[in-house]
Every structure is written in structure tokens, then in C-alpha cells.
């Protein structure tokens, strides 16, 4: 009967399939019952009971027909006298094979394993998923949580300056200084041309500034199945908003750094030198004759082609240092080299340089990447002027901002590591260098290993007057060691901080004014983030299986005094050689 029911050959399973309506009518046993059980708990086990009892006694016969128990019973007579009697029957035979496949289905049932790899090679393991998502990536808009956001109007933003007035010292000629004293009768004692009696007029300069409000949007979507799955681990659309407000935030910081609406100059022919290798210096390999050499310039967006190249001559032992002509607005530079009788193809030396001078060392590559061979998209015509742009004076250069409106101060071939004694330098010009407005920075922001060197510059080098600051709780735990976050600017007295932008590339730091030194400029603010439209974002309606959304904004970043701050670029992370 077993067999029957189950004729996939698994009777144990088909047992205890049958169990629960073969107990159901143990209630029936007591006095008085009239039905059998309906208790499902109770039925299941009873079952259990029941099937294991079954099966426990099936094992046990078995053992015993084995071992021979029952013929041991047997007298010998009988055995000798009715063997017939011992010999298997047909229904025996068939009852010994069910027996022989329940053990055989039995022992596999009972000997299997659970392991970490049993049943299921990932095994039987719960999985230790921290929800939600661990968001790791660094979200940094310092510029941009700094400047001001002032409201606007229109399709730019305008402004008319006045940057120059007799003995101002301003904007050129004008700002001379103009004699001021008179005679008792400055026109003579003549009163035939009536009025004569006033003193001469003094001289102005003026600029009408039109800066152009720009367009910027971004998107993120999140289908319904990520959002209908996600359920019970993540929001996917909340993650999708709040992911696509830190992609605005950092797309907006860097737009203020690196924009620009016209695409950046080629670099000019990099001057090469070939000098002996020194002691910590590993000499050029894999060279035939000559090196070549060329120099690409880049922003955040793009690189530029790279310039013509520079062929020098070459003898074991030596190398080769690169002196890079700067690009107004560029971050940084790419080296590509190549050699031969002449030259050959190109390969991506070194990249990310931010110093002018660059030393050629060790084996020259013989497979990358090579030059571009059209600009990359270092502008676009929807881009404002950022910092970079407009202090170095490439804003003017294309018209944005008027003639002659960059840093007081700009060195892009600063040729140095950061140290007291050269921003000193910058600190003077500043005040009182040609372009210069009487500047009086408050911060100096620049990448960590250059901030880094200046930092230690001030330690190490005389400088040791230092201002204490110190709790009665920190007391009995202070911690020795040097860090410094600002300086006095030796010029005007004033204390300048010290900011490491996590995303300015080295080689760059800038000396930033916010607001005016002097009173009644009807300037509140030297940087703005002039907005017609302030952050908007927008959840498109429903027109597929997917949720959109997207974040709009349409302004300006509007400097009014340029002057006021100052660029500087080629900031070497060594200044000895190999220079780098």
C-alpha cells in the first residue's frame, strides 16, 4: 500500500503524509466523543509521534530478522524437520524489498549533514545587511556654501564701477595723484570770461559690468521596481533626491573654480634642459636619440590639444627637466614625451602637474594614452566665468568682465613651494603692486600638500610667536604638536586663515577678499552668487515605469572687485630637484 501511494518509491514520506487523518480518530477512544480531532497542533503531533514510533519499529525488525533472533528462538528439530517453513514466501520477498528501500531511504534521510556549504553552498546563514546604504563619498562645497546668494533679475547681472578717482592710485592714469593748491584767483584777476574762480576738475574712471545669468540642471531617476524592491532596506527615491542635491552642490563648486565660456589657449612649446641625473635622481631609459616633449593644459572639464613639441638631445645617465609655460584658467598640465631621430608617437608621461618645472625621470612610456587631438571640452557657452577665469584675467580677455579686471595679484609661474616668504611677496603686491586696490586678503586657500608646506615653513623657520588657546578642562590632557590655520599678513597686521579645498588641484591657491577694507562702497560683497533662480527641483508626473526627478537653477557667480584677491599657479611640490 505504501508503494501505491507514493510509487516515486519514498514510502517514509508517503507514511507521514498519511499520518494526520489515520490520528484524527485517536479522540475517539475516549468515553463520550463524537467526533474526531480537529486540533492541527495536535494532530501534527500526534503524527510525529506516531511515524516515528513506526519507523523505529520497522528499524528494529529489521535488526532482528538480521541478526537472527527469530531462528534463534526456533528448536533445531523443527528447523530440521519443516525447512519449507524457513524458506522466504513470495510476500515475504516483497515485504523484505519494501524493507530493504524504507532503510535505504531512512539512512538517507537520517545521515545527512547541515553545514556551512549543506544543504545549500552559501549555506544556512542569515545575511548581516546594514540598511540603509552607506553613502562613503565625500560631499565638499566650501566656495559655495561661503559666498553670499543674492537675488537677480533679467537675463545678467549689471553693475556700473567706479574704480578710479584722482590719487586713488587706481586704475591707471586717472588715480595719479593731482595737485590740489590754488592761487587766491585761480582764473586770474580778469573777469572778462566769467566764472573763472574755480579750481580745476579731478578725473574718474568707470566700467559698466554685464555678466550673463546661466542655466544649470541635473536629473537622477529610480524605476519602480528599484522602489517597489527596495522596500524595508531603502528609500531609493529619497536617496535619488538627496544624491541628486550633492551632485548640484559639488557641480556648482566646481563650476565656480573652473568655469569658463571660452575654451582655453594651447600651451606654448615647453623649454626642455637634459642635466646629469643626481644621487636621488634615476636617469632616462628606454631612449633612442632625442626626446620630445609636449604639454597639454586642463580644467575640471576638459584638456586642451597639447602643444608643439620640444626636441632635445639626449646622453645616458641624464634627464630632463620641463619648464611649462602657463595657460590662463588652466588647474594643471599633462606631459607627454616620445623619442627617436624624430618624433614618434606620443604617450602620457606625467599628469595632474601643477608646478611649472617638472623633472623626466626613469622609462620613458612606450604605450597609454596619447594627446588630444581637439579641445575636450575645457568651456562651454553655458558656463560663467569662475574664480580661476576671472582672477587670472582670461574673463577679460574674452570680454566677459571689462579690460583690465583680474587679481591684484597673479603669478602662474610661481616656480616655489608655498612658504612665508613668497606669499609675504604676494601679501605686498597685493597692497600696493601695479593692478593692485590696496588689497588685505583674509584667507589663502590652496590644495593640502601645498598648504602642508607652507604650514611647516612657518614652523621651522623663525617664526615662533604663537597664540595659546586653551580650555580648564584641557587642562590636565592638553596634546603637544603644530598645526597653523592662519597668519598675520606682515603688510597690513590683519590675521589671514588658511583653508585646504579638497578639490583645487595642487599647484593652485588663491588669496580671497570677501569684503571691502575700506567703508561707504556700497559693496557688500566682493563674491556673490547672484540667483534668478535659486535651487528648484521637480518631480516630473508619471509617464512610464520610472519616477524622474530634477533640479534647475539660473544665475550668476559676480565678482565686482576682482582686485581685491590674487591667483597663484606653477606652486611646486618640491623646488629642488627631481622638481615635481
Known amino acids: 500500500m505504501l508503494e501505491q501511494a507514493n510509487p516515486q518509491g519514498e514510502p517514509a514520506h508517503a507514511l507521514m503524509e498519511r499520518m494526520p487523518e489515520l490520528v484524527k480518530g485517536a479522540s475517539m477512544r475516549r468515553p463520550g466523543a463524537i467526533r474526531p480531532m480537529d486540533d492541527d497542533a495536535q494532530i501534527l503531533d500526534m503524527s510525529y509521534k506516531a511515524g516515528s514510533a513506526i519507523m523505529k519499529a520497522t528499524r528494529e525488525g529489521i535488526a532482528r530478522a538480521q541478526g537472527g533472533d527469530i531462528r534463534k528462538a526456533l528448536n533445531p528439530n523443527f528447523a530440521a524437520n519443516y525447512p519449507m517453513f524457513l524458506a522466504p514466501s513470495p510476500q515475504q520477498q516483497s515485504m523484505v524489498g519494501f524493507v530493504q528501500n524504507l532503510k535505504q531511504i531512512l539512512s538517507a534521510e537520517l545521515g545527512k549533514d547541515i553545514t556551512l556549504t549543506s544543504p545549500l553552498s552559501t549555506g544556512l546563514v542569515p545575511y548581516d545587511l546594514l ?220 599628469d595632474n602637474v601643477g608646478a611649472t618645472k617638472f623633472t623626466l625621470q626613469g622609462a620613458l612610456p612606450t604605450a597609454g594614452s596619447n594627446p588630444a587631438t581637439a579641445d575636450t571640452g575645457t568651456a562651454a557657452t553655458t558656463d560663467y566665468e569662475g574664480i580661476a577665469s576671472v582672477l587670472t584675467g582670461w574673463a577679460a580677455t574674452n570680454s566677459v568682465y571689462p579690460s583690465g579686471y583680474k587679481g591684484g595679484y597673479v603669478n602662474q609661474s610661481f616656480g616655489d613651494t608655498l612658504n612665508v616668504a613668497s606669499i609675504n611677496t604676494a601679501l605686498q603686491a597685493l597692497w600696493d603692486g601695479s593692478g593692485s586696490f590696496r588689497a588685505d586678503p583674509a584667507e589663502i586657500i590652496g590644495e593640502g600638500t601645498d598648504l602642508a608646506n607652507l604650514a611647516a615653513n612657518i614652523v621651522t623657520n623663525g617664526n615662533t610667536n604663537y597664540r595659546i588657546v586653551m580650555q580648564p578642562a584641557d587642562m590636565n590632557g592638553a596634546l603637544m604638536g603644530s598645526a597653523v590655520s592662519e597668519f598675520v599678513n606682515p603688510v597690513t597686521r590683519s590675521l589671514v586663515r588658511m583653508l585646504v579645498h579638497p578639490y583645487l588641484p595642487q599647484g593652485n591657491a588663491m588669496l580671497m577678499s570677501y569684503t571691502m577694507p575700506m567703508t561707504f562702497t556700497n559693496v557688500p560683497n566682493i563674491w556673490e552668487n547672484v540667483m534668478v533662480q535659486d535651487y528648484l527641483t521637480v518631480s516630473w508626473p508619471v509617464i512610464d515605469v520610472t519616477f524622474r526627478y530634477s533640479i534647475f537653477w539660473y544665475g550668476t557667480l559676480f565678482c565686482q572687485a576682482p582686485q581685491y584677491n590674487g591667483w597663484i599657479g606653477g606652486i611646486q611640490k618640491s623646488a629642488a630637484s627631481p622638481f615635481s
Do not use: C
Open 131 to 350: 540598511a540603509p546604504a552607506r553613502l562613503i563619498y565625500p560631499v565638499f562645497s566650501p566656495l559655495r556654501n561661503k559666498f553670499p546668494r543674492t537675488q537677480g533679475q533679467g537675463t545678467s547681472h549689471r553693475a556700473k564701477v567706479i574704480k578710479a578717482i584722482s590719487g586713488s592710485r587706481t586704475g591707471g592714469t586717472t588715480g595719479n595723484s593731482k595737485r590740489m593748491s590754488i592761487q587766491e584767483f585761480p582764473g586770474g584777476q580778469s573777469f572778462t570770461n566769467w566764472p573763472v574762480q574755480l579750481p580745476g576738475s579731478g578725473s574718474q574712471s568707470s566700467d559698466d559690468m554685464s555678466i550673463p545669468y546661466k542655466f544649470f540642471g541635473l536629473s537622477e531617476q529610480v524605476s519602480w521596481l528599484a522602489q517597489f524592491a527596495g522596500q524595508g532596506f531603502e528609500d531609493a527615491a529619497a536617496l535619488a533626491n538627496l544624491i541628486l542635491l550633492q551632485e548640484a552642490m559639488i557641480g556648482e563648486e566646481d563650476a565656480m573654480i573652473s568655469g569658463t565660456g571660452t575654451a582655453l589657449t594651447v600651451p606654448a612649446t615647453p623649454t626642455t634642459a637634459a642635466r646629469t641625473a643626481g644621487s636621488n635622481e634615476t636617469a632616462l631609459s628606454g631612449v633612442t636619440t632625442n626626446v620630445f616633449v609636449k604639454v597639454s593644459a586642463l580644467n575640471f572639464y576638459g584638456e586642451t590639444v597639447a602643444s608643439t613639441g620640444a626636441s632635445q638631445a639626449w646622453s645616458a645617465g641624464q634627464v630632463i627637466d620641463v619648464t611649462i609655460k602657463p595657460v590662463p584658467g588652466a588647474l594643471f598640465y599633462r606631459i607627454y614625451t616620445t623619442t627617436g631621430t624624430a618624433a614618434g608617437t606620443y604617450f602620457l608621461f606625467a
